[in-house]
């Protein structure tokens, strides 16, 4: 999760981008040692007394399902970011499941983000991955 972008965010954005990490990190439907340090950063943002820590905690445990609502107030470079750091943490275990991809593009329409950025940012996803897979072997 890239704190620069969190931290230039208002509480509202912030847990909306939350969200979006959490339902990559659990979209399919394990949460691998990668996705672990991705899970702590977030918690560490919210106290964890909070509604939003709670409400977080119900998503990773699996007991609640991570709505993305549509949300208008982040503006166009910045949702690129946040896409292509959701895109990240997609890839993070070594692998881009399809459920992972769909939650890309929901996460990406929901910002406003037009289809054809948003297939980019997959195939940037996936060309990151390629690479990591060329470079160890």
């Avoid at 399919?28 to 409400?55: H, M, N, P």
Wanted: hydrophobic share 40%.
């Amino acid at each position: 999760m890239n704190r620069r972008l969190f931290n230039d965010m208002n509480q509202e954005e912030q847990f909306w981008y939350a969200k979006a990490v959490v339902a990559i990190i659990v979209a399919d439907g394990r949460i691998d040692d990668a996705e672990i340090k991705y899970l702590r950063t977030i918690f560490d943002f919210f106290t964890k007394s909070s509604v939003q820590f709670e409400e977080l905690e119900q998503y990773t445990q699996g007991t609640k399902k991570v709505k993305i609502e549509k949300i208008t107030t982040i503006d166009a470079q910045k949702a690129n970011d946040i896409l292509k750091d959701c895109t990240s943490v997609a890839i993070s275990d070594g692998e881009f499941h399809p459920k992972e991809e769909k939650i890309i593009r929901k996460i990406g329409t929901s910002m406003g983000i037009e289809t054809s950025t948003i297939e980019h940012i997959i195939q940037w996803g996936r060309a990151q991955l390629a690479y990591i897979f060329a470079i160890s072997i």
